[in-house]
């Protein structure tokens, strides 16, 4: 499966912003499916995931409560919806996908396909 990220910009501080990942190919449905990010000189950290059929999700304790993530499988599309964004978030936003079965849903080492990447800049 191909990943295309998009939807990053520039946000204040408390300001939202809705990241989109368009999926290429037949089999979306079939993969688990998480959030990323890299800010810089950092190590890439999980931040979202989603099951095959969106109905578990799993977050980052620090982005809980502010961050949803969802999925449109009959559209091939994951989302995620960030809401009062903190300057420290400003970071490149990774879709990736995660064959079903495989691991766990917080470790990047599972995750088989990755997105280019949307950068999320937040100003204070």
């Known amino acids: 499966v191909q990943l295309q990220a998009s939807g990053g910009g520039l946000v204040q501080a408390g300001g939202s912003l809705r990241l989109s990942c368009a999926a290429v190919?037949?089999?979306?449905?079939?993969?688990?499916m998480g959030w990323f990010r890299q800010a810089p000189g950092k190590e890439r950290e999980f931040v979202a995931a989603?099951?095959?059929?969106?109905?578990?999700?799993y977050y980052a304790d620090s982005v809980k409560g502010r961050f949803t993530i969802s999925r449109d499988n009959a559209k091939n599309i994951l989302y995620l919806q960030m809401n009062s964004l903190k300057p420290e978030e400003t970071a490149i936003y990774y879709c990736?996908?995660?064959?079903?079965?495989?691991?766990?849903?917080?470790?990047?080492?599972?995750?088989?396909?990755w997105g280019q990447g949307t950068q999320v800049t937040v100003s204070s």
């Open positions: 190919g037949p089999t979306f449905s079939s993969y688990d």
């Open positions: 990736a996908a995660k064959p079903y079965l495989s691991g766990n849903y917080y470790s990047l080492v599972e995750y088989a396909y």
């Open positions: 989603t099951s095959r059929s969106g109905g578990n999700t």
